[in-house]
């Protein structure tokens, strides 16, 4: 989002490096697809103007997606082989559902991070928080699937218990009571942290 509009970007494009708490580290991520552009501009009522959403899969991941991309492996026409119709993202997918699965799940760690930037009593401020989520080594499940699944869990006890009391379809900026949920992915395995900055009097 720019100056209040959603814009197409061109793939892997907008890329940056952060460095998240350990043992992440240092990464590179790039512009993608993703649900917040579309809401919390709006819903939060703060005047923004401008918005990422930016995800880093490991390089190597990336590179192999972009490869099939170029080649047209990511292409969703039907193309002729052979007098045969073959839409090549659906031979991709098939050729990667048939690859043998990994005998242990990889335990890997997920970090997600909102920077805000804005001004403060005349200055400018950066606003960083990060969700950390580990490997739940119980049930041998990665810190992706626990940061992913934990949150729609406790929305739906919610919901079951009357905690949140509004109805029809929104966002949840704007029917979860953001503390006491952040308490609750604590207690869960995803801890958040946060940290600001005051960067520069603005003139």
């Given at each position: 989002?720019?100056?209040?509009?959603?814009?197409?970007?061109?793939?892997?494009?907008?890329?940056?490096?952060?460095?998240?708490?350990?043992?992440?580290?240092?990464?590179?991520?790039?512009?993608?697809?993703?649900?917040?552009?579309?809401?919390?501009?709006?819903?939060?009522?703060?005047?923004?103007?401008?918005?990422?959403?930016?995800?880093?899969?490991?390089p190597e991941f990336t590179r192999i997606i972009a490869?099939?991309?170029?080649?047209?492996?990511?292409?969703?026409?039907?193309?002729?082989?052979?007098?045969?119709?073959?839409?090549?993202?659906?031979?991709?997918?098939?050729?990667?559902?048939?690859?043998?699965?990994?005998?242990?799940?990889?335990?890997?760690?997920?970090?997600?991070?909102?920077?805000?930037?804005?001004?403060?009593?005349?200055?400018?401020?950066?606003?960083?928080?990060?969700?950390?989520?580990?490997?739940?080594?119980?049930?041998?499940?990665?810190?992706?699937?626990?940061?992913?699944?934990?949150?729609?869990?406790?929305?739906?006890?919610?919901?079951?218990?009357?905690?949140?009391?509004?109805?029809?379809?929104?966002?949840?900026?704007?029917?979860?009571?953001?503390?006491?949920?952040?308490?609750?992915?604590?207690?869960?395995?995803?801890?958040?942290?946060?940290?600001?900055?005051?960067?520069?009097?603005?003139?």
């Amino acid at each position: 989002m720019r100056d209040g509009n959603i814009q197409e970007v061109p793939p892997l494009s907008g890329k940056e490096s952060f460095k998240l708490p350990e043992p992440v580290g240092e990464v590179q991520g790039y512009y993608t697809i993703h649900s917040e552009l579309a809401t919390l501009p709006f819903t939060l009522n703060k005047g923004i103007r401008n918005m990422d959403f930016i995800v880093v899969y490991p390089p190597e991941f990336t590179r192999i997606i972009a490869t099939f991309a170029q080649i047209g492996l990511a292409n969703k026409n039907p193309i002729n082989v052979k007098s045969q119709h073959v839409v090549p993202r659906d031979f991709l997918t098939s050729l990667v559902e048939n690859l043998p699965k990994p005998s242990t799940p990889e335990l890997d760690v997920d970090d997600q991070r909102v920077e805000a930037h804005g001004t403060a009593n005349g200055k400018s401020v950066r606003l960083s928080v990060d969700s950390v989520s580990v490997p739940n080594q119980k049930w041998q499940i990665c810190g992706g699937t626990v940061g992913t699944g934990t949150p729609p869990s406790v929305i739906a006890q919610w919901l079951s218990t009357q905690k949140i009391t509004k109805r029809g379809v929104l966002p949840p900026e704007l029917c979860v009571d953001p503390k006491p949920f952040f308490s609750e992915l604590d207690s869960l395995g995803r801890e958040a942290s946060a940290s600001s900055k005051t960067t520069k009097r603005l003139e």
